[in-house]
């Protein structure tokens, strides 16, 4: 059996960890994990179609322009929760490991772990794409921020009801008066 055939024929095996481990970085997994639901889990929802769709980019061996959007779908996510850019991109280094793991687990696979060379630094490349796409995401967060702040929008969205911050500010300067 050769690399890309046992690659395939153990997809729904390393998809499964893989998805675990990655939702189980997540403070909510449980509930990511159980809820099948798109519109109830949008979280578990994409990181599952994503990194089921960047391996399957990855046995096809297709390039960064083609896993991208799978990518995308994955580091947006977590480009806009409290993950570090180690931890945002960490899931699809652990692509690897899991490999590793579930060829080690098999009999028929173990002679192969020594020709996983190619397939990690393709893993590789995904992270670094991963990355780029992280810094991307980050930076346009940033954007729309600075654009909330200079046209005044985030006072509708971080504070309160605008009619309680006026009647509190007719408070303090009653107060002061």
Not at 21 to 38: A, C, G, H, I, M
Not at 110 to 125: E, M, Y
Not at 165 to 173: E, F, G, M, R, S
Request: charged content about 25%; glycine content about 4%.
């Amino acid at each position: 059996m050769d690399l890309t055939e046992a690659l395939k024929q153990k997809r729904d095996k390393i998809l499964s960890v893989w998805i675990e481990r990655t939702l189980d970085s997540y403070t909510s997994s449980v509930f990511f994990k159980q809820s099948k639901d798109r519109f109830a889990n949008p979280v578990g929802a994409n990181i599952t179609e994503g990194l089921t769709g960047l391996y399957n980019c990855l046995l096809q061996g297709l390039g960064p322009q083609e896993y991208a959007n799978a990518l995308d779908q994955v580091i947006r996510i977590r480009a806009v929760q409290e993950f570090s850019p180690a931890q945002a991109v960490a899931p699809i280094l652990e692509l690897k490991w899991v490999v590793k793991q579930v060829f080690s687990a098999d009999k028929q696979c173990r002679d192969l772990l020594p020709k996983l060379d190619s397939f990690d630094c393709d893993v590789d490349r995904a992270a670094l794409t991963a990355f780029d796409l992280y810094v991307e995401s980050k930076e346009r967060l940033h954007r729309a921020r600075i654009r909330e702040l200079k046209s005044g929008s985030y006072i509708l969205t971080d504070s309160g009801c605008a009619s309680a911050l006026i009647k509190q500010n007719l408070k303090d300067i009653s107060r002061i008066s």
